[in-house]
């Protein structure tokens, strides 16, 4: 179809405009072709005429259900108005700031604090596809960071825009995304400090213009690098063409860059006072603009802001500091004043305090500084001249020192920066945002916007490039043929720039000259690009050049070019800053070659040979280096995924919300979004989905084509009928391609189908409306005439005669009737008297045979029951006395196996006696090991003897010094003697010739030492001799020592069997007091013999002291003779002479003493030692006397008890005969039983039988055990007879007495102790004789009831008994290895919860603390553990909730308090625990349970939160009233929709009726399953109403219904599962969507919303309001008027300004109490389980 058809009456066109460049108008009639002329309509009435032709038609205006678009290549017409209008809307109307443009995301600065970038809004953004949601920049940094992680490539955010427009803000947004999305959790807080790092680079790198407050005066590309698992580790920065001039220049109502005035702000603080800093308004450099302050920004608090993201990046005090101090010096700098002398001379006073102020922090000298600002110094062939400066060439030199510091200081914090964050490890790939300066114009043009206009040129290219490969791509991938299209190359722009002989060649090559200025380059930009077409020469200016750019042409003056490309720095204020004291100062200038020779740049060859530089600093010009820079820039951006951030200022004034349509389309024009439109309309823009338009165009299909199943055919059938032209669409794959208009034209076909059928059905609803009509008023007027026709005819009927006859007739009927009635009635009351009767006689018999036969049953009850209390009551007397009988022989037996016991004690520790003698031998082998310790005693001397040399060396070390020192005045003297005169060289002789003298003396005195010395050593090897002598004989004396310990060994053997005869008799111990007067003898002996070597040792030792005295007295008559002669000597080698001398003596005086002493000393402590030790083995025989005594007494003792418990025995024999005698009786009674019982009797009787011959048996037994005890009793007392005899010796050891009086009371408390246990094993013997009681009483009473022996029998105490070392069994069974799965199905799902409780019902039974608190802390641990390792297993976290509840409660329930067991049984209240309160563990478990639930609830949003959006927002459950609207390139292209399909509405019932189940399958309580649905209906309806109000295209009426019916099935299984109650956590997608689907016009519709919608907050009721799109031409946007009056009603209530809703919030879950009936001692534990070291109690 052609274009032209579409210019019909009533469609709207736009008109150019000069004060909204485009305006709107409508057609009043139909263009055809051949007409000249297009009749339009004007907005304001008036009529408009346009001439044109076919060919230049004004562009057509979208239909109003487009307007407003997310993506502006969904609209069916392209280009500018359209894309203008567009974003107007969106702006002023919808109050949205970002627009799609294919792949470029359009960011309107609304110069107003948004709620649109919090943390939920992050979390709603993160992994949602680009085209699901409304454009948004995080939008934008997630599909960048989905197609890193799925494509395994890197990625680039290029954001542009001019200043002001907002990119440094969305640069920061974009990084603080990928921080909060890529959380590492580690130490490093990387994320944190890649964010720092904005406001350190804003604070030194942003200043304020007049287009923005905070403007960014440099380029920055920001890497962030992700790790493997695509987490930030790290990030680098790199940054481009800093704008130097603005420290020392800025315009009116201007700033310089923020830290100056935070600085000044903070000049007060101490860490400032130093630098000696007073207001913004008196400093040069910062009062220029004559605007110091911006309005809401306070630079105090940004300065605390700058020093703490400083601290936060590790950059200590001290590099901040000397920051600081360069700071200040840039500014003391300006306010240095530099006067002028003369023509061309310039001078600085000396006293300038700026100038003092300046050299003091930077560490220079100020007479250098002052020198170099006004001179210079020229380098000629011959000499070097120093040139005066004239005031101006001075200003700028200071100025141009300011930079250059300024500059280093600049990219000194930025590599800082870079280390800080910089973390171990290996990038996997990386995210660059480039947040970088847009296309700019001013009036006045200069170097710097040249260099930025010619990086936008190269970053346009890479747009161009970038886009038609994915437009190629998507060709390629639809099997469409790629066709050339006509697109703006603007290759020939970067070749005139950047190419051979181009601007930047040639200004280059003017900056060697030193006589090149301005005007001489741009003659050579005439001369050389004259010609090039996109190269002007201004006829009205001789200083400006013109370059026609991609975005507009641009003027530029040459002004400074050069100046600002040299970058110019004097070499000699290079050297001055190089001098510096200031390291951190003079490091930048030391530096600054090394820099300069590592840039890596584009090598471009000159036109000509250049001359060589003057200067070093102008080898490398600033055009080389942003050249080079932009080149890498390229590189990098070429080898990353872009993606496009388009930043635009709606105004110049800074006002919110505030469009300028004239500065819009400028920056349209100026940043490829234009041309982005225009390339889209050349191909084929509008791209649809086959099934996207088979709903939408199926009311144009024909029957025949509606019912074919293929819709992809059916598709391509209606397009080619409705479009002839067949290049006007392509059929892809997947999508069809239409042109520009066709959308339009096949809207125009829809709408006019649709409007045909309105009036179709108009024509019969209206036509069936009047014959509905028509109809009732025809009945009506037959009704009414036949009123009137039978009142006429009553009348004519009516007469005196037909009355009377009327009323006999009526009078006759009414008897007859009458009679006929009565007659009927008399009939029923017969027969239902007859019936009562019947009846009533029956139920009489009925219940007198009923009581005759309870009579005759009560009777027998009473008799039976009698019966049975009496066999009942014997049967107890019978079990009684038998217990009795039994319990009193067990009593005996235990007496007697007691005393058997301690007689048999007695022997024991008699025969311990002879193993305590065998010990005595080993100690005396002990003595052996002791004499081994001389041979260790002899290395330890050799220890010694080496210490003794490192002390005489250090002795030689103190002497060496002293040498030294003694040279050293040698030295000294010899100088003193070289300077003295002649005359006193006479003196010098003599003193020479005494000095001889001396030295003479000194070797006589050396060989009479000598000769002492030998005498010395010769007596001390006679001492030797006889020390070794001595020696041999102490050795002698040991082995008779040792023949002696032989002895002792042969009497110890002796002893041994004294010892063993002792325990055979007691009467041996005379013998043994024989021995002991012996070896006491002996020790006495020995005791002799040690005194008298220890005096022979002692006297030995006197000896050789007074030897070793004497020769130390010598030694020090040596030592003082050589100090006598060194005082007199001044030669080094006679010193040392002397003292070798001397210390060969020292060292072998002192060897030989210490080692004689030594071994004196080991020798005596040797025998001290023997002495020590046989006074211990006497001490030892002493102590086993009195042992034996103690003995005896003990034994004596013992048989006094025997004795009187022996007179127990005859009570025993005759509690014997009275049990003989009672079961006699019994058989007797068992005998008279009735023969009914004989069966039972007999089993009782044989039962009884066995117990009687087992007790006669026992007591049998204990009748020869008595006997035995006689016996031993008789022995025993002839035993004490003899020990009484040999008493009367021993009565003089008392003090053998008294330690065996102690032994006594030891053993006493150990008997008493045993007693004890013996009194309560009798008293479990008691409760285990009740408990068998109430067995018997239980079988009495139930005797007809028979278990099956496996039965747990019915006595059971509901614990558990279990060993501690099978503790770490019960918790790998029970918990850890258990199956969910199997144990619902087979068993009570709660059951570990009660075996776990039975096992601390025991622990607690038992008293033991350790074992119960062990027990509580493994299963809350590993409960835990298991949770965690199975935190995605849906049933695992079920069971184990479920039965931490039921843990939780039995802990309650039989905790013993009131509030807990106020309904418990009798049986469950002796059940409680007894001896701890677990009300610290209570809360244990129920934080546990809590921790469980919450864990359970983020498994279930996990499996439900893919499906939330499909089901509830896109699925089209109800058929037939969903219309989709045209898309974008930013359409659901990543989702399959089969996928989608599957999401529905019953599969979210699915889940949640599968979560019931397995909640119910483990027996949760109801109001715990209401909880968990209630937090998943929660989830369910925060996460629909968060996506309804970040999807504009989802706000609907249609889609508020589809989420109604959708709730509605949801409410149908609430109710179904009674859980209707949990409905209310919906309720705010209840309103969302009623919100949706009611009228919004009036003041009654305003009144309602605010009415009805309590459950959402003001924010989100407009949000949704302003999103509201109409899908038809038949319903109407939301009008701002209508919104502003819900805001009014509105404004009183209070209510949270959060536009998300928080999905994460989770409701208090409570566990209420609830009473089990299960009895724990009727639970089994299954085989299953593998417990079977568990016992029942």
């Not at 949601?133 to 490539?153: C, G, L, S, T």
């Not at 007693?1315 to 109430?1334: G, S, T, V």
Request: aromatic share 8%.
């Amino acid at each position: 179809m052609a274009l032209v058809q579409l210019y019909t009456r009533y469609n709207r066109v736009w008109i150019p405009d000069e004060e909204h460049v485009w305006k709107s108008a409508e057609i009043l009639r139909d263009f055809h072709d051949g007409d000249d002329r297009l009749q339009l309509l004007l907005e304001d009435g008036t009529e408009y005429t346009v001439d044109s032709s076919p060919t230049k038609l004004p562009p057509l205006r979208n239909p109003d259900i487009l307007v407003g678009e997310n993506d502006l290549t969904a609209l069916s017409y392209l280009h500018e108005p359209a894309v203008l209008h567009n974003l107007r809307v969106r702006f002023l109307e919808f109050r949205i700031i970002y627009t799609y443009c294919g792949i470029i995301l359009v960011a309107l600065n609304p110069y107003k604090q948004l709620s649109i970038y919090g943390d939920a809004i992050i979390h709603a953004y993160s992994g949602q596809n680009m085209g699901d949601m409304d454009p948004h920049i995080f939008a934008v940094a997630e599909e960048a960071y989905k197609q890193m992680a799925r494509n395994q490539r890197n990625q680039s955010i290029i954001i542009s825009g001019e200043s002001g427009a907002g990119k440094t803000v969305s640069a920061r947004y974009a990084m603080r995304y990928f921080a909060v999305v890529s959380k590492s959790g580690s130490k490093t807080q990387v994320e944190d400090k890649v964010l720092a790092s904005n406001p350190i680079t804003e604070a030194i790198g942003n200043a304020k213009t007049t287009r923005n407050d905070n403007s960014s005066r440099f380029g920055k590309f920001t890497e962030i690098s992700f790790d493997s698992r695509y987490r930030i580790i790290g990030a680098n920065m790199r940054t481009y063409l800093l704008e130097k001039s603005r420290v020392v220049f800025q315009a009116y109502n201007e700033r310089n860059y923020h830290i100056f005035y935070q600085m000044c702000a903070c000049a007060d603080l101490p860490q400032f006072k130093a630098l000696q800093l007073m207001s913004a308004e008196e400093f040069h450099y910062t009062g220029m603009g004559c605007d110091i302050f911006i309005e809401g920004v306070d630079d105090r608090k940004s300065m605390e802001e700058t020093q703490r993201t400083f601290s936060l990046l590790g950059l200590n005090e001290d590099f901040q500091s000397d920051v600081f101090k360069v700071l200040a010096a840039i500014l003391h700098m300006g306010n240095v004043e530099i006067k002028s002398c003369g023509d061309d001379r310039s001078s600085i006073s000396p006293s300038d305090t700026h100038l003092l102020i300046v050299c003091d922090l930077l560490g220079v000298r100020a007479d250098k500084l002052v020198q170099w600002l006004c001179n210079r110094r020229l380098v000629l062939v011959a000499e070097k001249v120093v040139k005066p400066l004239h005031k101006d060439r001075a200003v700028n030199s200071r100025d141009a020192l300011a930079k250059r510091i300024y500059a280093y200081l600049f990219d000194c914090i930025i590599n800082r920066i870079n280390r800080a964050l910089q973390v171990p490890g290996k990038q996997h790939a990386f995210i660059g945002v480039l947040d970088i300066y847009g296309f700019e114009t001013f009036d006045i043009n200069s170097f710097e916007q040249f260099c930025i206009n010619y990086a936008n040129e190269k970053l346009q290219q890479q747009f161009n490039l970038h886009v038609f490969k994915l437009e190629q791509e998507e060709y390629m991938k639809e099997d469409i043929p790629w066709t050339l299209i006509d697109f703006y190359d603007n290759q020939p722009a970067i070749d005139l720039i950047e190419a051979k002989m181009g601007i930047l060649d040639l200004l280059n090559e003017e900056c060697l000259f030193p006589q090149g200025t301005d005007q001489s380059w741009l003659q050579k930009l005439y001369n050389y690009l004259g010609s090039k077409p996109l190269f002007e020469r201004p006829k009205l200016s001789n200083e400006t050049f013109v370059i026609q750019h991609f975005a507009d042409k641009v003027e530029y003056h040459c002004k400074d070019f050069l100046e600002k490309n040299r970058d110019a720095l004097y070499e000699e204020l290079v050297e001055v800053m190089r001098d510096s004291q200031f390291p951190f100062l003079a490091k930048f200038f030391q530096e600054e070659e090394q820099k300069a020779l590592n840039i890596r740049g584009i090598k471009v060859k000159a036109a000509r040979p250049g001359v060589k530089p003057a200067n070093k600093q102008l080898r490398t010009s600033v055009g080389d280096k942003f050249c080079s820079s932009l080149s890498l820039l390229m590189a990098t951006l070429n080898a990353t995924t872009p993606h496009y951030v388009r930043c635009i200022k709606p105004n110049d004034e800074k006002l919110p919300f505030e469009y300028d349509s004239r500065r819009v389309v400028q920056q349209l024009r100026a940043c490829g979004v234009l041309e982005t439109i225009r390339i889209s309309a050349q191909s084929y823009p509008s791209r649809w989905t086959y099934s996207e338009f088979y709903n939408r165009y199926n009311v144009l299909m024909t029957n025949q084509e509606a019912g074919f199943n293929d819709k992809m055919q059916t598709c391509k059938n209606v397009l080619q009928r409705l479009i002839q032209d067949s290049n006007q669409y392509k059929f892809g794959r997947t999508k069809i391609f239409l042109r520009a208009g066709q959308v339009a034209f096949l809207e125009k076909l829809r709408l006019d189908q649709l409007r045909t059928a309105c009036i179709t059905i108009q024509k019969h609803v209206r036509g069936w409306s009047q014959r509905k009509k028509y109809l009732r008023m025809r009945n009506a007027a037959i009704t009414l005439q036949q009123y009137i026709r039978g009142k006429k005819t009553i009348r004519k009927a009516v007469s005196a005669a037909n009355l009377k006859q009327a009323w006999a007739a009526v009078l006759i009927q009414r008897y007859w009737r009458g009679f006929r009635i009565w007659k009927v009635y008399e009939t029923v009351r017969l027969a239902t008297i007859t019936i009562q009767a019947f009846t009533r006689g029956w139920l009489a018999r009925k219940s007198y045979a009923k009581m005759v036969e309870e009579r005759k049953a009560l009777v027998l009850q009473k008799y039976a029951r009698a019966w049975l209390a009496r066999r009942r009551f014997n049967a107890m007397r019978r079990l009684v006395q038998q217990v009795q009988l039994s319990f009193r022989v067990q009593q005996l037996r235990k007496k007697n196996e007691e005393q058997s016991k301690e007689n048999h004690g007695l022997v024991e520790r008699l025969t311990s006696l002879a193993s305590s003698h065998s010990q005595t031998l080993d100690r005396l082998q002990a003595l052996e090991t002791q004499l081994k310790k001389s041979t260790n005693q002899k290395a330890s001397l050799e220890a010694r003897e080496k210490k003794i040399k490192e002390d005489a060396s250090l002795k030689m070390t103190t002497l060496q010094s002293e040498i030294d020192r003694v040279i050293i005045e040698k030295q000294n003297m010899e100088k003193t003697f070289e300077a003295s005169s002649k005359e006193q060289k006479e003196k010098y002789d003599q003193a020479k010739l005494n000095l001889l003298e001396e030295k003479e003396i000194q070797k006589r005195l050396s060989k009479i030492a000598e000769h002492n010395l030998d005498i010395q050593r010769q007596d001390h090897e006679k001492e030797l001799r006889s020390l070794k002598e001595e020696i041999r004989r102490l050795k002698e004396e040991r082995v008779g020592l040792q023949m002696k310990l032989d002895e002792d060994d042969r009497v110890e053997t002796d002893l041994r069997d004294q010892v063993t005869q002792l325990t055979k008799h007691v009467k041996v111990i005379p013998e043994l007091r024989r021995d002991l007067s012996n070896l006491q003898n002996q020790k006495n002996t020995v005791d002799r013999k040690m005194k008298q070597q220890s005096e022979e040792a002692r006297a030995s030792l006197n000896e050789i002291s007074k030897l070793l005295a004497g020769s130390i007295v010598e030694e020090d008559v040596l030592l003082r003779l050589t100090a006598n002669t060194s005082e007199k000597t001044y030669e080094a080698e006679d010193l040392l002479a002397a003292f070798d001398c001397l210390e060969k003596a020292t060292r072998t005086l002192e060897s030989h003493r210490k080692e004689q002493k030594a071994i004196y000393e080991t020798q005596v402590e040797g025998f001290k030692m023997k002495v020590d030790y046989l006074q211990n083995e006497n001490n030892s025989l002493q102590n086993l006397f009195t042992e034996k005594s103690s003995i005896a007494e003990t034994i004596r003792q013992e048989v006094c008890r025997l004795s009187s418990e022996n007179s127990v025995i005859p009570e025993l024999k005759g509690q014997i005969s009275e049990l003989q005698r009672q079961s006699k009786d019994y058989e007797a009674l068992i005998e008279k039983q009735n023969k009914d019982l004989a069966e039972n009797a007999e089993e009782i009787k044989s039962v009884l039988q066995k117990k009687i011959e087992e007790e006669s048996s026992k007591r049998r037994h204990f009748e020869e055990q008595a006997e035995v005890l006689e016996e031993d009793k008789k022995d025993l007392q002839g035993k004490i007879k003899d020990l009484q005899e040999d008493s009367d010796h021993l009565s003089r050891q008392l003090q053998m007495e008294r330690d065996a009086k102690i032994r006594l009371r030891l053993e006493v408390t150990q008997l008493s102790s045993d007693n004890i246990e013996f009194e309560e094993q009798l008293d479990q013997k008691d409760r285990l004789i009740k408990r068998l009681e109430n067995q018997i009483r239980l079988e009495t009473a139930h005797k007809d009831e028979k278990t099956s022996s496996s039965a747990s029998p019915k006595g059971y105490l509901g614990m558990l008994e279990y060993k501690k070392e099978d503790q770490s069994k019960l918790i790998q069974n029970l918990i850890l290895d258990l199956k969910p799965n199997g144990v619902a199905v087979n068993m009570i799902p709660v059951l570990p919860a009660y075996i776990l409780f039975m096992c601390v019902r025991h622990a607690d039974y038992m008293n033991d603390e350790e074992k119960l608190m062990s027990l509580m802390n493994a299963i809350i641990s590993n409960v835990k553990r298991f949770t965690m390792t199975h935190q995605n297993d849906l049933v695992s976290l079920s069971f184990w909730l479920c039965n931490m509840y039921q843990l939780l409660n039995c802990l309650k329930q039989y905790s013993g308090d009131e509030e807990f067991s106020k309904q418990s049984t009798p049986r469950q209240v002796k059940n409680c625990l007894q001896n701890f309160d677990l009300s610290d563990h209570r809360q244990v478990v129920s934080d546990l349970a809590i921790c469980i639930y919450h864990q359970f609830i983020t498994t279930m949003e996990n499996a439900l939160a893919t499906a939330i959006v499909p089901a509830m927002l896109e699925h089209e459950s109800l058929q037939g009233i969903f219309n989709t609207k045209p898309t974008g390139f930013r359409k659901h292209s990543s989702k399959n929709n089969d996928d989608t399909e599957m999401c529905t509405v019953s599969f979210i019932i699915e889940r949640l009726s599968r979560f019931h189940t397995i909640m119910s399958h483990h027996s949760m309580d109801a109001n715990l399953i209401k909880q968990v649905v209630k937090q998943l209906l929660f989830y369910i309806g925060a996460t629909t109403v968060n996506h309804l109000l970040l999807s504009k295209n989802m706000c609907s009426c249609s889609r508020g219904m589809q989420i109604r019916c959708n709730i509605s099935y949801l409410e149908e299984w609430l109710q179904e599962k009674e859980l209707l109650s949990s409905i209310d956590t919906l309720q705010p997608l209840t309103q969302a969507a009623w919100l949706l689907q009611v009228s919004k016009t009036t003041d009654d519709d305003a009144k309602a919303i605010v009415e009805k919608c309590t459950e959402l907050n003001m924010v989100q009721i407009v949000k949704i309001l302003n999103s509201y799109t109409p899908i038809d031409g038949y319903e109407k946007r939301v009008a701002s008027s209508f919104v502003r009056k819900v805001q009014s009603l509105r404004q009183d209530h209070d209510g949270s300004a959060q536009l998300m809703m928080d999905v994460r919030y989770r409701f208090p879950v409570t566990f209420p109490f609830y009473l089990s009936p299960q009895a724990l001692e009727l639970l089994k534990v299954p085989n299953s389980l593998h417990l079977e070291f568990l016992n029942m109690i």
